[in-house]
């Protein structure tokens, strides 16, 4: 109860700020903490998440409370009285849901003042950005107004709002968890996961959300049972990447912090190689190619009626969608397998893959966001280095790594091979058993909203 109540005071203390809730459920997750108490007096153990005060992005249903995807379009019926099997599981597991986060609409898109919904904030500035699409999660779980929370990712959205944030963000392979019950972005690329304080806290929701549903056609009967978190790496092949992960408007302290985090790595058992990623170009592209036909083909019937309730970014981005052909979708799908191909070669020369998460700290919005609200696309991809594990569908974990001179998060990426979460989150906990990045946490400002 203890936990429950502090995460509540602190909503009441920085969310107007922060942004970080749609909906708050504070009577429930009072009573859900209630009952928790007494189910652990009573001798009835769920496991690490029981009684945990948990965040829920508001694009996966929940009995509690209506869906929104942060949109006026989506129809408030969607999802209603159901759970999303994710949201099932860790309920199951006793977690204490305090509310459903904010996102950007429909999981892809920029903020939009000019619509009736709070515009999320970085705590640790919050006149920059918190990282998107799981935005309020990543915010929720920095300024302690939960300790773990669910996101997904379809070109980055645990792992950007996890490193802007300077929280541990994990992106499942592909299938491990189920993704029924969740607003679709790109069918073939979402992904849903967890971001918390630890790579540890990770495993534990993992633990949780991992197995087969029938209801998601793409879910896989892999089941996740957390590694022993030793500390030693030793054995364990490191490849590092630098290639395209350095571009010249890096944060200056970007490569010094980088080498600082491999060389703990190093120092903790792990052998060390370069590695280059094969076809990254390529899987840049395909990336947005799918998640743009994709989004435009369940949406296509609301754009062409409500095309002003959409936030500007969100139909820009969705417009991208009516410019593909179908010859070059199916290319990007082709293309895909050959890079899935190549990177699973890759894996059997070396166990984990790093590189930096971001090159920068987290952007004051207006660096990201053109004339009339639109997203600077090149902009925005110039600094994020997420999109290629989606199109791949490896796991991927990003975990804290130091601040740039301004005090923002910098954040690497462990990335492994398909169902390879075991080795990531390893050597993530190696990492962060050396190290207190992800213990920082910021003072969130107290902000008139605008």
Known sequence: MALTEAA??????HDDALGTYLARFDEYALERAAAADAELASGVDRGP?????????DILAMAEGPTTAQSLVLDRSWGADKDAPAVARVKAAGAVITGKTTTMEFA??????????????????PETWPGGSSSGTGSGVAAGMFLAGLGTDTAGSIRIPAAFCGVSGLMP???????????????????IGPLARSAKDCAAVLEVLAGLDPSDPDCVDAPFAAPEFTG???????????EHHFPADSDPALESTFDAAIAVLAEQGATLVEVTLPYWHEMVTADMITMG??????????????????????RAMMAV????????????????????????????????????????????????????GQTDVDRLFSMIHTPYWDTVGNPVLAVPMGFTAAGLPLSLQLAGPAFGEAAILRAGDAFQQSTDWHLRVPQPAVRTAA
């Open 49 to 57: 998440l029981h009684g945990i005060p948990f965040g829920v992005k």
């Open 293 to 314: 036909c994709e989004a435009l083909a369940y949406h296509r019937t609301d754009l062409a009626s409500r095309w002003e309730d959409y936030f500007v970014a969100t």
């Open 8 to 13: 509540i005071a602190t909503a009441d203390a």
């Open 321 to 372: 969608g009516a410019m593909v052909s179908g010859a070059d979708y199916v290319q990007a799908q082709r293309v895909r397998r050959v890079a899935q191909d190549a990177i699973g070669r890759l894996f059997e020369t070396v166990d984990v893959i790093v590189c930096p998460t971001t090159s920068v700290g987290a952007p004051k919005f207006g660096e990201i966001t053109g004339p009339g």
């Open 173 to 191: 392979t592909f299938g491990r968890v189920p993704k029924s019950g969740c607003v679709p972005l790109g069918y073939s690329l979402d992904h």
């Open 108 to 125: 892809c898109g920029m903020p939009d003042a000019t619509k009736p919904f709070p515009v999320p904030r970085n705590p640790w500035d």
């Open 232 to 242: 030693d790496l030793t054995g364990m092949r490191i490849g590092v990447v630098r």
